[in-house]
């Protein structure tokens, strides 16, 4: 088991770094990590070289890592780098803990929340930061999320994309004015990575608790990141193991309801299998009651694709049925163990 938090950051630039006076560092970047050296070094290495002053920012990874590999790619990085780099170590928990100890340990007026399977681009840090010269009320800016260019993407791969500001905050690439952070209670505490229990939502609860707190939210296209993109297995793709998630979250920020269909439904797909379920029970009795299986093909079938073209677009609706079935379950089983309705 990892003892107390522990800070790592060797080398002859990173002790430079560290006498500059605490003042002068306006911006952390924080990075929770768990596993995955390899994609650690892609994340920390893009988050050291910004084209901003060396002085100004500092990069703090809390690892939860079993082992010390982590550890030992963030030394490597720190030996080389310009600004100031250290490692937290800590004893396994999901990402809310890890960030709110980086949080609590940084010393940046701003907060940049960063993943580890995320890359920034030179001019990340820059363009969150002059996000908040606005106005002295905005309290979160957040970046802009793609998929690595000229990486190929599918059904079957795992990724965010964010190019709008919407009501999730996804804490992948986002930052916060410390004095708006400090005024919550900081990110949910959540499972420890390897407990099996879904974690998750942490990003939008935070970001609501800071808005309800009067502080403005802008969207900083300029904070640019590209997202990892992985590939899922057929599995992972029919069973979305975090959407019995959501009904918590809802209950916990009512505010973001009137972002979901209906105010009950997940997406528009969840709104016409619900439908479809409810026509096929009654169809034994009313066999008119399929029709109301056809808004749900509508649906399903009107969404554009790159493959399918006019009447093949209806091959989607028996691709999709089984996952969003399967998704309904999920929702059902979340909406009654937290009391709180979202199918």
Known sequence: MVGPPEAVGRGTAAAAARSHSLVSIRL??????YGRPETLR????????????????????????PDERNRAVVEEIAAGARCRVRCLRKNP??????RNLGARESEGEFLAFFDSDCVASRGWLR??????????????????????????????????????ENFVYETCNIFYRRAAFEETPGFWVDRTPTSGFVTG????????????RGWLSVFAPDALAYHEVTPMKPWQWLYE????IWPKVVKAVPEIRSCFPGRIFYDRAQVGVTL?????????????ALLGVLPYAWIRGSEPTRSLRGPLRLLRVGFYFP??????????????????LLL
Do not use: M, N
């Open 127 to 164: 363009g969150g930061l002059e996000a908040f010269a606005a106005d002295a009320r905005i309290g979160i800016a957040q970046g802009r999320t793609l998929p690595p260019p000229g990486v190929k993407t599918g059904i079957f791969s795992r990724y965010i994309v964010v190019d709008r």
């Open 201 to 212: 939502g942490e990003d939008v609860t935070l970001a609501w608790q800071v808005k309800r």
């Open 323 to 340: 996952r969003d079935v399967i998704s309904f379950v999920l929702l059902l089983r979340g909406s009654i163990r937290h009391r709180c």
């Open 28 to 33: 952390s970047v924080i990075i929770p990590a």
């Open 42 to 65: 892609l994340a920390v290495a893009s988050a050291v070289d910004q084209d901003l002053d060396p002085s100004v920012y500092e990069v703090v990874v809390v690892d939860s890592s």
């Open 93 to 98: 928990e999901g990402p809310g803990p890890s």
């Open 241 to 244: 193991k975090r959407l019995p």
């Open 276 to 288: 479809a379920l409810a026509s096929l029970a009654l169809a034994f009795a009313h066999p008119a």
